[in-house]
């Protein structure tokens, strides 16, 4: 295997996850890179003058962004979608605990998590914090940037069936502890957070923070053959869509969503499930008849999938195994958890044809479910055929995931093929 592991692209991801520990993080790392690349932000509360050519993007609510260049006339979008959240663990309004002589912070669960890699991680805080200044609210990013906690196991001395199928209450069982705590000790968490931002503790109004494990994202393997990290499910997805749009100046018509609670429904003012996505195309297409821009619009759901992992291989369907490394992975269901037809698959076989990129499927067993993306839901809201693909990772849903080193590289190439596809 002959891997360029300092590959810019491959630097360049690792910058962007370490960068992202939460959704509204994600947004401003793509915030930042698209106006290094010289994107103009906008509001949605102003007017808009759209010159073609340029390129512009629109954030709402923190977690959710669309970017596209404003073509010269507006034949159809094609439209790169992925997700800014990840599961993980969400600090309470009212965080601390002191019991047994500790500090605790105490946590709901978002989405999905495996429960048991949070156990014996050096964890940290990430997220934000809204300030009064003199009545006037601001929301602020925060990113403790240190190892700040732990949710420590029991010893298996002291519960001997450990290792025979442990159930972990998460209500119970994943609290972080953060400090010892003395009889007449207290702990003001909006004191903490006013200390760590400089700010006044009377102007904290309100604050929405994660914990996230405090490793970087390393690549691994005997040859570094695989990228391991938090919340790959979806920040690849998310960071090569932008790398899409950047790279590709001459695509007429590419459009990227990067929509927030794809882990909790979709449901949201930020969400796939919400009408942001529809907003933002109507108004860059202004001039034109939406209906039939909608039918010629393409949209790309991006999201991992599951590669087979080999000491389960049985999980999935013998003749639908992807591996890491193989290439991007074209999701399928009957159900429509993944809204592939055999119209889009059509679209991408042949891009991936003319791009030279192998393409690997995902059919899930028929006695299990599969998760869904945003694609079904945009396919639904919009009317706008679409597809369903990702790179293929390991650990779904932990604290940690491991996917391909190559296959970003891959999904960039075919991604970049599909901004080429004509549009009339
Ligand atoms: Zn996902």
Same mark, same amino acid.
């Given at each position: 295997m002959n891997l360029q592991i300092e590959s810019p692209l491959i630097s360049g991801l690792i910058d962007f996850l370490d960068n992202s520990p939460t959704p509204w993080h994600a947004v401003d790392s793509a915030t930042k890179r698209l106006t290094r690349s010289g994107f103009v932000q906008l509001s949605e509360v102003s007017g808009w003058t759209l010159e073609p050519g340029v390129g512009y993007f629109v954030t709402r609510s923190d977690g959710a962004l669309i970017a596209w260049r404003q073509p010269k006339e507006v034949l159809g979008w094609t439209i790169f979608g992925a997700h800014t959240d990840s599961p993980n663990l969400r600090l309470r309004p009212k965080p601390v605990l002191k019991r047994h002589g500790y500090f605790e912070l105490s946590f709901e669960v978002y989405g999905g998590a495996l429960y048991a890699p949070w156990f014996d991680r050096e964890l940290s805080l990430a997220g934000r914090v809204v300030i009064s200044d003199d009545g006037v609210l601001r929301s602020k990013l925060i990113d403790f940037r240190r190892s700040i906690g732990v949710i420590p196991s029991l010893a298996i001395h002291l519960d001997r069936?450990?290792? $025979?199928g442990r159930k972990i209450n998460p209500q119970d069982e994943l609290t972080m502890l953060i400090g010892r705590a003395d009889s007449d000790n207290t702990l003001d968490f909006k004191n903490v957070l006013a200390i760590e931002l400089s700010v006044d503790a009377e102007k904290i109004v309100a604050f929405e923070l994660c914990a996230y494990p405090f490793e970087k994202a390393i690549l691994t393997g005997i040859d570094h053959e695989f990228l391991m990290s938090a919340r790959l499910d979806n920040l690849l997805s998310c960071f090569l869509s932008i790398e899409t749009l950047i790279q590709n100046e001459a695509a007429e018509g590419a459009v990227v969503v990067l929509n927030d609670h794809e882990e909790v429904g979709s449901v949201s003012a930020s969400g796939a499930d919400g009408p942001f996505l529809e907003s933002i195309l109507r108004r860059a297409s202004s001039d034109l008849d939406f209906e039939i821009i909608r039918v010629r619009s393409l949209m790309i759901s991006i999201d991992n999938a599951h590669g087979v992992h080999p000491n389960y291989? $049985?999980? #999935?369907?013998q003749s639908h195994r992807p591996l890491l490394n193989e290439g991007p992975v074209v999701k399928v269901n009957a159900n429509h958890r993944y809204a592939t037809t055999a119209i889009t698959q059509g679209i991408i076989e042949q891009a991936a044809k003319d791009a030279e990129i192998p393409l690997q499927y995902f059919s899930s067993r028929a006695d299990l479910g599969c998760g869904s993306t945003i694609g079904p839901i945009t396919a639904g809201r919009l009317g706008i055929d679409t597809i369903d693909i990702g790179c293929a990772q390991l650990?779904? #849903?932990?604290a940690r995931e491991t996917c391909g080193a190559q296959d970003p590289e891959l999904m960039l190439r075919l991604l970049s093929q599909l901004t080429r596809r004509d549009l009339t």
């Amino acid at each position: 295997m002959n891997l360029q592991i300092e590959s810019p692209l491959i630097s360049g991801l690792i910058d962007f996850l370490d960068n992202s520990p939460t959704p509204w993080h994600a947004v401003d790392s793509a915030t930042k890179r698209l106006t290094r690349s010289g994107f103009v932000q906008l509001s949605e509360v102003s007017g808009w003058t759209l010159e073609p050519g340029v390129g512009y993007f629109v954030t709402r609510s923190d977690g959710a962004l669309i970017a596209w260049r404003q073509p010269k006339e507006v034949l159809g979008w094609t439209i790169f979608g992925a997700h800014t959240d990840s599961p993980n663990l969400r600090l309470r309004p009212k965080p601390v605990l002191k019991r047994h002589g500790y500090f605790e912070l105490s946590f709901e669960v978002y989405g999905g998590a495996l429960y048991a890699p949070w156990f014996d991680r050096e964890l940290s805080l990430a997220g934000r914090v809204v300030i009064s200044d003199d009545g006037v609210l601001r929301s602020k990013l925060i990113d403790f940037r240190r190892s700040i906690g732990v949710i420590p196991s029991l010893a298996i001395h002291l519960d001997r069936d450990a290792n $025979l199928g442990r159930k972990i209450n998460p209500q119970d069982e994943l609290t972080m502890l953060i400090g010892r705590a003395d009889s007449d000790n207290t702990l003001d968490f909006k004191n903490v957070l006013a200390i760590e931002l400089s700010v006044d503790a009377e102007k904290i109004v309100a604050f929405e923070l994660c914990a996230y494990p405090f490793e970087k994202a390393i690549l691994t393997g005997i040859d570094h053959e695989f990228l391991m990290s938090a919340r790959l499910d979806n920040l690849l997805s998310c960071f090569l869509s932008i790398e899409t749009l950047i790279q590709n100046e001459a695509a007429e018509g590419a459009v990227v969503v990067l929509n927030d609670h794809e882990e909790v429904g979709s449901v949201s003012a930020s969400g796939a499930d919400g009408p942001f996505l529809e907003s933002i195309l109507r108004r860059a297409s202004s001039d034109l008849d939406f209906e039939i821009i909608r039918v010629r619009s393409l949209m790309i759901s991006i999201d991992n999938a599951h590669g087979v992992h080999p000491n389960y291989a $049985l999980k #999935h369907d013998q003749s639908h195994r992807p591996l890491l490394n193989e290439g991007p992975v074209v999701k399928v269901n009957a159900n429509h958890r993944y809204a592939t037809t055999a119209i889009t698959q059509g679209i991408i076989e042949q891009a991936a044809k003319d791009a030279e990129i192998p393409l690997q499927y995902f059919s899930s067993r028929a006695d299990l479910g599969c998760g869904s993306t945003i694609g079904p839901i945009t396919a639904g809201r919009l009317g706008i055929d679409t597809i369903d693909i990702g790179c293929a990772q390991l650990a779904m #849903h932990s604290a940690r995931e491991t996917c391909g080193a190559q296959d970003p590289e891959l999904m960039l190439r075919l991604l970049s093929q599909l901004t080429r596809r004509d549009l009339t």
